[in-house]
């Protein structure tokens, strides 16, 4: 594997890619800094408005980084160094995730705090916020795989619909969960068997999706 240029490639997208990252984050922060105001409208303005950071975050670097590539006509370029799928795949997978990663955990420790911090707000919801933050992570690497596999806008857009559907089912699911619900408006934070089991799911599906992914691309012979 040529590191040399994989590591250029990397370069690129963080360079290009950071004023969009720079902007989703922003707009994260400013959700954050919402629900630090004691109008209960304000937070859940708040809320929505990190909830929008984070997914728009994910959005755009799966379109800029791979799906505009090949419909800008930059990926006819990338093709003519002197590198194969598999380093592609890795600069791609890498950039991306260093972005997205960046940016969500900022986003997710600054959420944490405020619900630790925050008297109105109670302790009880920070595994649910775990799990939904999880769930954002999950949506975005299924659209990031899809992209690199597919490398289409149609597929693209698919797999961040169905991303974003799920999110809004998540959402209300596993706030119904028993043992999550008897716990979220309590005190302290309760890391019930649900949570647990929840959380193992997710990041398990995210290194399924990562892994599946590497795979599929190691085995093509070309770009197409």
Same mark, same amino acid.
């Given at each position: 594997?040529?590191? !040399? /240029?994989? &590591?250029?490639? +990397?370069?690129?997208? #963080?360079?290009?890619?950071?004023?969009?990252? %720079?902007?989703?984050?922003?707009?994260?922060?400013?959700?954050?800094?919402?629900?630090?105001?004691?109008?209960?409208?304000?937070?859940?303005?708040?809320?929505?408005?990190?909830?929008?950071?984070?997914?728009?975050?994910?959005?755009?670097?799966?379109?800029?980084?791979?799906?505009?590539?090949?419909?800008?006509?930059?990926?006819?370029?990338?093709?003519?160094?002197?590198?194969?799928?598999?380093?592609?795949?890795?600069?791609?997978?890498?950039?991306?995730?260093?972005?997205?990663?960046?940016?969500?955990?900022?986003?997710?420790?600054?959420?944490?705090?405020? !619900? /630790?911090? &925050?008297?109105? +707000?109670?302790?009880? #919801?920070?595994?649910?916020?775990?799990?939904? %933050?999880?769930?954002?992570?999950?949506?975005?690497?299924?659209?990031?795989?899809?992209?690199?596999?597919?490398?289409?806008?149609?597929?693209?857009?698919?797999?961040?619909?169905?991303?974003?559907?799920?999110?809004?089912?998540?959402?209300?699911?596993?706030?119904?969960?028993?043992?999550?619900?008897?716990?979220?408006?309590?005190?302290?934070?309760?890391?019930?068997?649900?949570?647990?089991?929840?959380?193992?799911?997710?990041?398990?599906?995210?290194?399924?999706?990562?892994?599946?992914?590497?795979?599929?691309?190691?085995?093509?012979?070309?770009?197409?």
């Amino acid at each position: 594997m040529n590191t !040399i /240029l994989v &590591r250029q490639l +990397v370069a690129k997208d #963080l360079s290009f890619q950071r004023m969009p990252v %720079l902007a989703a984050t922003a707009a994260g922060l400013l959700g954050i800094a919402l629900q630090l105001s004691s109008s209960e409208g304000a937070f859940y303005v708040g809320v929505v408005l990190l909830i929008t950071g984070v997914i728009s975050c994910g959005i755009y670097l799966a379109f800029l980084t791979v799906v505009k590539e090949r419909t800008q006509g930059t990926l006819p370029f990338v093709m003519s160094l002197p590198i194969g799928v598999r380093e592609y795949t890795a600069a791609k997978l890498a950039a991306n995730l260093i972005l997205f990663l960046a940016s969500w955990s900022l986003l997710g420790v600054s959420s944490a705090a405020v !619900i /630790l911090t &925050r008297d109105s +707000v109670p302790d009880g #919801l920070l595994p649910y916020a775990v799990l939904l %933050l999880l769930h954002m992570l999950t949506g975005y690497a299924l659209t990031l795989g899809v992209a690199l596999v597919a490398g289409t806008e149609g597929w693209t857009i698919a797999a961040m619909a169905v991303s974003n559907l799920s999110f809004q089912g998540f959402l209300y699911w596993t706030a119904h969960i028993d043992d999550i619900a008897a716990t979220m408006s309590g005190s302290v934070p309760v890391w019930t068997g649900s949570v647990r089991w929840l959380i193992a799911a997710e990041l398990l599906t995210v290194a399924v999706i990562l892994t599946v992914t590497w795979i599929w691309q190691s085995r093509k012979t070309d770009f197409t």
